[in-house]
């Protein structure tokens, strides 16, 4: 090229190279159009247009089938382990508790308000753990590898009080002293010394609290008529005789540790259990390299998208030397891929967890249903991406994207007047209040009355021991009832509303014309346009032409 332009006057040479810079911007230019406006089609034009299959599209459905399935699995599995933990704890209050009537009193199971009471209470909890296997209905042993039954005491070490006299002399310093009975102790003589001892001699004066732990393990077999392999569980029991408050009343706590073990020897016969677990593995198995699949083809296409983003930062500042404002740019990120990137990290990892505990060599049920559950919720939501191509159902898609904004702000401002009246709350009504009792209940019973809970119960709760304490919470709960219900409640309605509005003038009038817009706006679709194929699950997703002024808005 530099040989024919040689014998040109420098003038010509210039303008012939002048030329072919353009045609060549041109050239890219329209290239970089027609990759702009692929790349904002929905699945089925893109389909239309290159015959390119929509992979992404077909494996989330898929993913969302398979994702939820194996959710159900786990969900039902979860559920008898969870119930045979529930039903424990309930039989070890009724056989540990002397006079448990099977409802808790508050947040503690029941009280005693006598010496003999005390007494009585402590030596049936070792009675009973001596009766344990002829009298306990359940799959239920001694943990003979701990400390057995263990008994502790906590007091002041020295504690002198004369209510009448008003006089008090106290060392708050503490001591703690324990004493142990081994399961195979207690029907000996050294268990009837230790019970006759004088530590069992309790000074309720300067008694702070008792406190009696115990381990004891047992078997699930219920899960075997589920064809599950049965699980081993090891239950660290603890009763509190809790004397803090030195009031004449004794709060008795019960506490029940469970953790699940794997049985380290068992034999079934007679079952297809094995075979189950193994089906239930190899579908996890599937699971993972769908997720695994979908997170390849999501990753690529953030990649793609950056790239695309660049091409057309660098282009609009060559010809049109300027900067791409931050809006255009963020349309080249979508926030959906970024979505089901985090679903199927969850997923994988959920997934591995859950085929460890399905083979019993795990036993982190917690994190696993947390990875699980939210991994679905994640998948369920990403759904809205493919309603949004279509103009009916995107509304609220981009009703929530115009608001958010806007609700956050708003909800900073209310969080303030929310947090000062949860403080005045607190401090003033919670000694006469027990839904104010402490912050995290207040707050509760606050957010209750906002959506109107429990109003007149809110009302008629507070003691009336004080009537300038009383006249206040008048005031108190008219004036927050009053102002965020018929205020800020209707104040954040009108912005979702207000977004609402602006978004249904949008599609009848159009959207704001970005420079991204205005640069596809002359590159027509004749082009993709070819002729339609007789694949009836393609032609339903086809999107009309008036919709597509909303491409760019998803």
Same mark, same amino acid.
């Given at each position: 090229?530099?040989? &024919? ?106 009280? =005693?308000?006598? +010496? ?5 209470? =402590? ?31 906590? +007091? ?55 406190? /009696? ?46 953790? /699940? ?16 677990? +193994?089906?239930? @593995? ?86 696993? &249903? ?96 004080? %009537? ?22 209707? @104040?954040?309605?009108? @912005? ?21 817009? %205005? ?25 009309? +032409? ?5 491409? @760019?808005?998803?």
């Amino acid at each position: 090229m530099e040989i &024919s332009l040689k014998y040109l006057p420098g003038g010509r040479a210039a303008a012939s190279g002048s030329m072919m810079a353009q045609s060549d911007l041109d050239l890219e230019e329209m290239t970089l159009k027609e990759d702009l406006k692929f790349y904002f089609m929905n699945p089925c034009e893109k389909y239309r247009a290159r015959r390119q299959i929509p992979w992404k599209l077909a494996l989330q459905i898929l993913k969302i089938l398979m994702v939820t399935t194996q959710l159900i699995f786990f969900g039902l599995s979860n559920q008898l382990v969870v119930s045979f933990k529930e039903e424990n704890t309930v039989a070890f209050k009724h056989l540990f508790l002397k006079g448990y009537s099977g409802v808790d009193e508050d947040d503690y199971s029941c009280s =005693i308000y006598t +010496q003999q009471d005390a007494y009585d209470s =402590i030596f049936y909890v070792i009675n009973q753990y001596r009766q344990l296997k002829s009298i306990s209905l359940g799959t239920l042993g001694y943990d003979h590898e701990g400390a057995g039954l263990k008994i502790c005491k906590q +007091q002041y070490k020295k504690h002198t009080m004369l209510p009448s006299n008003d006089t008090l002399n106290i060392d708050v310093s503490t001591e703690t002293e324990c004493i142990f009975f081994k399961p195979q102790e207690l029907a000996g003589k050294k268990a009837e010394l230790k019970l006759n001892s004088s530590f069992f001699n309790l000074e309720f004066y300067r008694l702070i609290q008792v406190e /009696i732990s115990f381990k004891l393990k047992g078997i699930a077999l219920q899960t075997i008529h589920a064809r599950e392999l049965p699980d081993c569980y090891a239950f660290q029991n603890t009763i509190t005789f809790n004397n803090r408050a030195h009031s004449g009343k004794i709060k008795i706590y019960f506490d029940s540790d469970t953790d /699940i073990q794997e049985c380290k020897d068992w034999h079934i016969f007679g079952s297809v259990l094995q075979k189950n677990t +193994q089906y239930i @593995l190899v579908f996890d198995g599937f699971v993972i390299l769908s997720c695994f699949a979908s997170l390849i083809l999501c990753t690529r296409s953030i990649v793609l998208a950056l790239r695309l983003q660049k091409r057309f930062v660098n282009f609009f500042r060559q010809k049109y030397k300027r900067r791409v404002c931050d809006s255009d740019r963020l349309e080249f990120i979508n926030g959906w891929y970024i979505l089901v990137i985090i679903s199927d990290v969850m997923t994988i990892i959920g997934s591995v967890l859950k085929m460890e505990i399905k083979a019993k060599n795990l036993t982190s049920y917690d994190v696993c &249903s947390i990875l699980l559950g939210t991994s679905t919720l994640f998948v369920w939501v990403g759904v809205i991406r493919y309603l949004g191509y279509f103009q009916t159902y995107n509304v609220l898609i981009l009703t929530m994207q115009a608001s958010l904004p806007k609700v956050l702000r708003f909800c900073c401002c209310a969080g303030m007047i929310y947090l000062g009246y949860t403080f005045c709350g607190w401090i003033v009504l919670g000694p006469y209040h027990e839904k104010f009792e402490d912050l995290n209940t207040v707050a509760e019973c606050l957010f209750s009355l906002v959506n109107g809970d429990d109003m007149f119960a809110t009302f008629a709760q507070i003691q009336q021991k004080s %009537t300038l304490v009383w006249l206040f919470s008048r005031l108190y709960l008219y004036s927050f009832i009053s102002l965020f219900i018929y205020m800020i409640l209707s @104040l954040f309605i009108a @912005l979702i509303t207000d977004s609402y509005d602006t978004i249904k003038k949008y599609q009848q009038s159009g959207f704001p014309v970005t420079d991204l817009h %205005t640069f596809l706006k002359d590159h027509g679709s004749a082009d993709y346009r070819k002729e339609q194929t007789s694949m009836s699950f393609i032609c339903c997703c086809r999107r009309q +032409q008036s919709d597509d002024n909303l491409i @760019l808005i998803n």
